[in-house]
C-alpha cells in the first residue's frame, strides 16, 4: 500500500488536520478541548514548533503549523499520542481514537497561507455552528481582530505580517469576511487531497529535492501532487520517446490504428488537467467520446501489453512523473 507522502524541512509549514474514526467525535465537552490546546502550548516548548491557528471542531481539528526544527512528526506523534491517551482514560476505552494518521499539507508563505489561515478560522461557519466567529470559544480567530489576551504560544504575528495595512487587524477581519476563495474551496473539494498547497514553481522546487526512493514509497501523493503540465509539453516528450513529430502525432490519418497518437492522446488525458474537449480540439476530434474509447483502450491494454507500458513508462519519466504500476 502506497505511504503518505511526508515532506519535512526547516522553517516548513503545514496545514495539520484529523478526524476520529469513523467520523465519530474527538471531543466530548469543552474540557477534553482545552487540554488538547494545552498540549498544543505544550508542544511548542518541548518541539519548538509554532501554532498560527487553530480551529477544534467535535470530530476533528485543524492546525497551521511551522517547524523550525523539521520535526512535524514528532510533534504530532506527542500531541496525537498523549490526547488519545487522555481521551480514553476519561471515557474508560481502548483503542484508536484518530481514523490514522494526520494529513500535513504544506503550505508556502504568502497568499497560500493566508488562505490556509481563512479556511481554518471558516470551519464554524461552514459547518453551520455559528454565524459569529467572535462568538466560537475553541479557535484562535479572535485573537486576530480584537484586543483579547493572546497566549504567548500562539503566533498571529506571521499572518498579521502579511497585511501591509497600518491595521492589519481589521484588513484580516475583512479578509475573512470574503469567505473562502475559488481555488482553496476547490483543492480541499477534490476526493483526494494532494501534499502541496502552493504555486506550481513552489511544488517543482519542493518534489525535485525528493529523493526517487520516497517517491516510490509515496507515488500516488507525490503524481497527485505534481503539477500538471500542458499538452504542448506532453506532445514534446510524446514525441521524443515515440520518436515521431508532434505534427504526426497530431494527424487524423489512420488515427484508429496510429498507436503513438493514441498514447498521445491518453498522456494528455492522464497528466494535462484539460476537458476533454479541448484535447478533441487538439487532436481534431469530431466527437469527444472517440478521446475517452482512446483512452479507456489504453487502460485496458496497459497491463497486458509489456512494449506500451514501457513507453508510458518512459514519457513519465520524460515529464519527471512517476511510472505508475496499474491504471
Same mark, same amino acid.
Given at each position: 500500500?502506497?505511504?503518505?507522502?511526508?515532506?519535512?524541512?526547516?522553517?516548513?509549514?503545514?496545514?495539520?488536520?484529523?478526524?476520529?474514526?469513523?467520523?465519530?467525535?474527538?471531543?466530548?465537552?469543552?474540557?477534553?478541548?482545552?487540554?488538547?490546546?494545552?498540549?498544543?502550548?505544550?508542544?511548542?516548548?518541548?518541539?519548538?514548533?509554532?501554532?498560527?491557528?487553530?480551529?477544534?471542531?467535535?470530530?476533528?481539528?485543524?492546525?497551521?503549523?511551522?517547524?523550525?526544527?523539521?520535526?512535524?512528526?514528532?510533534?504530532?506523534?506527542?500531541?496525537?499520542?498523549?490526547?488519545?491517551?487522555?481521551?480514553?482514560?476519561?471515557?474508560?476505552?481502548?483503542?484508536? @481514537?484518530?481514523?490514522?494518521? %494526520? /494529513?500535513?499539507?504544506?503550505? !508556502?508563505?504568502?497568499? =497560500?497561507?493566508?488562505?490556509?489561515? &481563512? #479556511?481554518?478560522?471558516?470551519?464554524?461557519?461552514?459547518?453551520?455552528?455559528?454565524?459569529?466567529?467572535?462568538?466560537?470559544?475553541?479557535?484562535?480567530?479572535?485573537?486576530?481582530?480584537?484586543?483579547?489576551?493572546?497566549?504567548?504560544?500562539?503566533?498571529?504575528?506571521?499572518?498579521?505580517?502579511?497585511?501591509?495595512?497600518?491595521?492589519?487587524?481589521?484588513?484580516?477581519?475583512?479578509?475573512?469576511?470574503?469567505?473562502?476563495?475559488?481555488?482553496?474551496?476547490?483543492?480541499?473539494?477534490?476526493?483526494?487531497?494532494?501534499?502541496?498547497?502552493?504555486?506550481?514553481?513552489?511544488?517543482?522546487?519542493? @518534489?525535485?529535492?525528493?529523493? %526517487? /526512493?520516497?517517491?516510490?514509497? !509515496?507515488?500516488?501523493? =507525490?503524481?497527485?501532487?505534481?503539477? &500538471? #503540465?500542458?499538452?504542448?509539453?506532453?506532445?514534446?516528450?510524446?514525441?521524443?520517446?515515440?520518436?515521431?513529430?508532434?505534427?504526426?502525432?497530431?494527424?487524423?490519418?489512420?488515427?484508429?490504428?496510429?498507436?503513438?497518437?493514441?498514447?498521445?492522446?491518453?498522456?494528455?488525458?492522464?497528466?494535462?488537467?484539460?476537458?476533454?474537449?479541448?484535447?478533441?480540439?487538439?487532436?481534431?476530434?469530431?466527437?469527444?467520446?472517440?478521446?475517452?474509447?482512446?483512452?479507456?483502450?489504453?487502460?485496458?491494454?496497459?497491463?497486458?501489453?509489456?512494449?506500451?507500458?514501457?513507453?508510458?513508462?518512459?514519457?513519465?519519466?520524460?515529464?519527471?512523473?512517476?511510472?505508475?504500476?496499474?491504471?
Amino acid at each position: 500500500m502506497p505511504r503518505p507522502l511526508r515532506i519535512e524541512f526547516e522553517n516548513a509549514q503545514y496545514h495539520v488536520m484529523n478526524r476520529g474514526a469513523a467520523k465519530k467525535n474527538i471531543f466530548k465537552n469543552n474540557i477534553q478541548k482545552q487540554f488538547f490546546i494545552d498540549l498544543l502550548a505544550e508542544a511548542t516548548v518541548l518541539f519548538g514548533i509554532e501554532i498560527h491557528a487553530y480551529c477544534l471542531m467535535d470530530n476533528h481539528y485543524h492546525l497551521l503549523v511551522k517547524t523550525p526544527f523539521s520535526n512535524l512528526s514528532r510533534a504530532m506523534r506527542h500531541i496525537n499520542g498523549v490526547y488519545t491517551q487522555y481521551f480514553n482514560r476519561a471515557s474508560k476505552i481502548d483503542g484508536a @481514537l484518530f481514523r490514522g494518521r %494526520y /494529513k500535513a499539507i504544506l503550505v !508556502s508563505y504568502d497568499e =497560500y497561507f493566508l488562505n490556509i489561515s &481563512r #479556511y481554518i478560522h471558516l470551519n464554524p461557519i461552514d459547518a453551520k455552528i455559528t454565524n459569529d466567529l467572535l462568538q466560537f470559544s475553541w479557535s484562535s480567530y479572535r485573537y486576530f481582530v480584537t484586543s483579547c489576551n493572546k497566549p504567548d504560544w500562539l503566533n498571529i504575528e506571521s499572518t498579521l505580517g502579511l497585511f501591509s495595512s497600518i491595521n492589519p487587524c481589521e484588513e484580516y477581519r475583512k479578509f475573512i469576511n470574503l469567505g473562502i476563495d475559488l481555488e482553496t474551496y476547490q483543492f480541499f473539494n477534490k476526493n483526494i487531497v494532494p501534499t502541496i498547497f502552493a504555486s506550481n514553481d513552489f511544488k517543482k522546487s519542493i @518534489l525535485s529535492a525528493i529523493s %526517487y /526512493k520516497k517517491r516510490i514509497d !509515496s507515488s500516488a501523493d =507525490y503524481n497527485r501532487t505534481n503539477p &500538471r #503540465y500542458t499538452q504542448s509539453q506532453i506532445l514534446q516528450s510524446c514525441s521524443k520517446v515515440l520518436n515521431i513529430s508532434k505534427i504526426q502525432l497530431l494527424n487524423k490519418e489512420n488515427g484508429k490504428a496510429n498507436i503513438q497518437r493514441k498514447i498521445a492522446i491518453y498522456a494528455c488525458k492522464m497528466w494535462s488537467g484539460e476537458k476533454i474537449a479541448a484535447i478533441a480540439e487538439q487532436f481534431s476530434c469530431n466527437s469527444l467520446s472517440n478521446i475517452s474509447d482512446i483512452v479507456r483502450d489504453i487502460k485496458l491494454r496497459f497491463n497486458q501489453d509489456l512494449e506500451l507500458r514501457n513507453l508510458i513508462d518512459d514519457i513519465c519519466a520524460e515529464l519527471r512523473i512517476l511510472p505508475k504500476t496499474s491504471t
